[in-house]
C-alpha cells in the first residue's frame, strides 16, 4: 500500500483506501482502477497501459467508429441493438466489468460496450 493514495474523482474525498487492483472511494462508494505513475491530473496512461482490442484484435482509440458483430439485449428494456449497427465516435473507459466502450447508439441512447462484441469500422 503505498503512502498516499489519490482523492476520489467523483466527490473529491481524501477517504479511499485500496481494494484489490482498485481505489474505493469511503464517502460516495466510488470505485476506479489504480494507475500507477499517472499524475494527478489525469493525464495520459502510462507505459505499458492495457490496449483495448475489438473482437478480431484491431486496436481501438478515442472517436473510432465500430460495427456491433452480435446481437445485443439492452438490459431492462425490450430493445436489441442488432448486428451490424454502427456505432460513431466511441470513448474508451474503465467501465464496470469488461465494458470499456463509452458511446451513443442511435435509437437506443448512452450506453456502454465490451470491446469483444464490436469490430472497427
Not at 25 to 32: D, G, N, T
Not at 36 to 53: D, H, K, L, S, T
Not at 77 to 85: A, D, F
Amino acid at each position: 500500500m503505498s503512502d498516499t493514495l489519490p482523492t476520489c474523482p467523483e466527490c473529491g474525498s481524501e477517504y479511499t483506501y485500496e481494494m484489490g487492483e482498485l481505489l474505493v472511494c469511503s464517502l460516495c462508494a466510488h470505485e476506479w482502477e489504480a494507475r500507477i505513475g499517472q499524475g494527478a491530473n489525469g493525464g495520459a496512461a502510462p507505459e505499458g497501459a492495457r490496449e483495448i482490442r475489438d473482437a478480431v484484435g484491431n486496436p481501438l482509440a478515442d472517436g473510432d467508429t465500430v460495427t456491433v458483430v452480435k446481437s445485443l439485449k439492452v438490459k431492462g428494456s425490450s430493445l436489441v441493438i442488432k448486428v451490424g449497427t454502427k456505432v460513431r465516435g466511441i470513448r474508451l473507459v474503465d467501465g464496470v466489468g469488461d465494458h470499456d466502450i463509452d458511446c451513443r447508439i442511435e435509437g437506443v441512447g448512452p450506453m456502454q460496450l465490451k470491446s469483444s462484441v464490436v469490430k472497427k469500422a
